[in-house]
């Protein structure tokens, strides 16, 4: 539990809100931030890998304009479109989406 509340706290400490990609990212948050801001110019976007830096599970939080009016599941399978080659390769994926 201990391990967890540390893990978390790592992952909200690397909250990236802007539309360059943060030096500090790992190749393969990088990769996931560039892909997402080409396809759904977000104006907020967080990306982490939450799988202890084996790139197999990744946490999302993006908010674009292109959400607006649309369901959060159709915000979710507009990201699951875009990561469709990605997520190929992930055990799991932890997204929120939001027009805001």
Same mark, same amino acid.
């Given at each position: 539990?201990?391990?967890? &509340?540390? #893990?978390?706290?790592?992952?909200?400490?690397?909250?990236?809100?802007?539309?360059?990609? $943060?030096?500090?990212?790992?190749?393969?948050?990088?990769? /996931?931030? %560039?892909?997402?801001?080409?396809?759904?110019? $977000?104006?907020? =976007? %967080?990306?982490?890998?939450?799988?202890?830096?084996?790139?197999?599970?990744?946490?999302?939080? /993006?908010? #674009?304009?292109?959400?607006?009016?649309?369901? /959060?599941?159709? %915000?979710? &399978?507009?990201?699951?479109?875009? =990561?469709?080659?990605?997520?190929?390769?992930?055990?799991?994926? %932890? =997204?929120?989406?939001? #027009?805001?």
């Amino acid at each position: 539990m201990l391990l967890s &509340r540390f #893990a978390r706290s790592s992952i909200i400490s690397r909250a990236f809100y802007s539309t360059e990609a $943060p030096a500090s990212l790992s190749t393969g948050e990088k990769h /996931i931030y %560039q892909k997402l801001t080409e396809a759904l110019s $977000p104006h907020k =976007l %967080q990306v982490a890998d939450v799988s202890g830096g084996c790139g197999s599970m990744y946490a999302i939080d /993006i908010a #674009a304009k292109k959400f607006e009016g649309t369901s /959060i599941v159709k %915000q979710h &399978r507009m990201v699951n479109e875009v =990561l469709k080659e990605e997520i190929k390769g992930m055990h799991g994926l %932890q =997204l929120k989406t939001s #027009a805001k």
